[in-house]
């Protein structure tokens, strides 16, 4: 898939891309408000006149307050811990926003039915949250309200043309999903449970793999798998492992009555939420930015900024669980930095159009995905299936290249030019005029993550810091550790991180 680049090397060269838009200025009588966790920088440089103490002493720290490290609390939540996140809410990349009554997803925005064969530590936990039940040979969501149904899953928009799947049903497609049919039963999630013959498979690219199995690529089956697979994992057939690829689709259900789609208006927040409820929230610290992990007679010490009392606190610690960005680790760990070389993140921009009551914009489906689009736009989801209130979100998702990471940053600038480029992205997909739309906006949220998910190259999966951790008390947990960025894998390596540990 060709992908015009939505940010270009330079502001200007950005305006230029977004200057179809011909939005004018004073149209926007609404606010656009844009959050980043791109603070780091900042919040170090001002600590430095902060006034320094020294805390107390902890049994156990974990640092990042994203899915797999609120696992690991789950797990000690009646021991001695402390959890240390640097934004003000927890989620990582499945936070979610709220606006009066409202609440939507700025980030991982969906689950699927689990199949059985999935790893039975990560099934029971989300049975003890009270998330799932186990029927037949399917471990299906409680909430069934939160299902979207079959009927309106998806629109797929292709050269005009709109259809309800975005792998189109050819001799070719046929023959591709006949090709991954027996991997069915040899991968699964946690990855690592996977058959050992099948790891050999993130050594070549899927793209490679597909041409050695005779797969004719033409034009339409490659958009339709791209699509999926920078969906999932920020990028496509030519940069994904061939593990990753055939994963992608052998570790979902067979399709059929059994295989759901749920999607809760928060997206993933609402797993969040399940774990939070059961944590005592005095052990969980957000507005905590650690600058230091560093071992000192025979403990770590752990230094924290505390960004809401403007201090610089001092932690010791018997053992640390770093669930936090693995990219942030050379700036913080003091000694042996582990082998980072083959992680490789995806930046994603999400953009929520908060519609007024009553608006008239078309219904198309939840998941309104442009195969058309030559930009990063991947497409939208549409709020009406998931609440029976009456407000509207339509959330659109950016993914970029992961060189334009850096380019987020101006994004804050040019919120109004971005507003006016997503307006026409969703226009175009329901071909309204774009003032049809902008003239019923109430608010827009703009959530940027530089670093939203490990893109699975080859040689990725598969290589655990841990297996060759300078520390034996100090364990690593996160997708961004040789996994796939599923749900299922973080919540697997926030229980291995605590196994490691010793714990029960």
Not at 103 to 125: C, I, R, S
Not at 338 to 352: C, F, G, H, I, K
Request: proline letters at 3%; aromatic letters at 12%.
């Amino acid at each position: 898939m060709k992908r015009r680049h939505f940010l270009q090397l330079s502001s200007t060269a950005l305006l230029g891309v977004l200057a179809g838009c011909n939005t004018k200025e004073e149209d926007y009588l609404f606010e656009i408000e844009v959050r980043s966790d791109d603070k780091v920088g900042h919040l170090v440089y001002q600590s430095k006149s902060f006034p320094k103490e020294t805390a107390g002493k902890t049994k156990t720290i974990i640092i990042g307050g994203g899915v797999a490290g609120l696992t690991s609390a789950y797990r000690l939540r009646e021991k001695d811990f402390l959890l240390f996140e640097l934004s003000d809410r927890f989620g990582g990349s499945s936070s979610s926003e709220t606006h009066g009554s409202t609440v939507f997803a700025q980030g991982a925005h969906y689950d699927m039915t689990y199949p059985e064969k999935f790893g039975g530590n990560v099934m029971q936990l989300l049975e003890e949250l009270d998330i799932t039940e186990k029927n037949g040979a399917f471990y299906q969501f409680k909430e069934k309200e939160y299902i979207i149904p079959e009927s309106f899953l998806t629109t797929s928009k292709y050269k005009g043309e709109y259809y309800n799947e975005v792998l189109f049903s050819t001799d070719e497609t046929k023959k591709f999903y006949d090709l991954i049919q027996p991997f069915y039963s040899k991968i699964t999630l946690p990855s690592r449970l996977s058959a050992e013959e099948t790891k050999v498979l993130n050594k070549i690219d899927f793209k490679t793999w597909l041409l050695e199995q005779g797969i004719n690529l033409t034009e339409q089956l490659v958009t339709g798998l791209n699509y999926h697979l920078i969906d999932d994992f920020g990028a496509g057939i030519e940069k994904v492992s061939a593990f990753a690829g055939i994963a992608y689709y052998a570790v979902r259900p067979e399709f059929g009555e059994c295989c759901a789609t749920f999607s809760p208006p928060e997206g993933n927040y609402y797993f969040i939420n399940k774990f939070l409820k059961h944590i005592p929230s005095e052990k969980l610290k957000e507005n905590h930015l650690v600058t230091s992990i560093e071992k000192k007679e025979g403990q770590f010490e752990i230094t924290v900024v505390d960004v809401a009392e403007k201090k610089i606190k001092v932690h010791h610690a018997e053992e640390v669980i770093y669930a936090g960005q693995k990219h942030s680790l050379k700036y913080i760990l003091k000694g042996k930095q582990p082998a980072l070389s083959n992680l490789e993140q995806a930046p994603w921009m999400v953009v929520n159009i908060l519609l007024k009551e009553g608006n008239t914009i078309p219904f198309g489906a939840w998941q309104n995905e442009d195969l058309s689009n030559e930009s990063e736009f991947m497409g939208f989801v549409d709020s009406t299936t998931q609440t029976s209130k009456g407000d509207r979100v339509l959330t659109a998702y950016y993914c970029f290249a992961s060189s334009d990471k850096h380019q987020l940053t101006k994004v804050p600038e040019l919120r109004k030019e971005i507003v006016a480029q997503t307006c026409q992205n969703i226009s175009s997909f329901f071909n309204l005029k774009d003032e049809e739309l902008i003239s019923q906006i109430e608010k827009v949220y703009i959530n940027l993550m530089g670093h939203a998910m490990p893109i699975p190259i080859p040689d990725y999966l598969f290589n655990d810091l841990n297996d060759n951790r300078e520390h034996e008390k100090l364990v690593y947990a996160g997708v961004d550790n040789g996994r796939l960025p599923f749900l299922t894998e973080a919540i697997d390596s926030g229980l291995k991180a605590v196994e490691l540990l010793g714990h029960k």
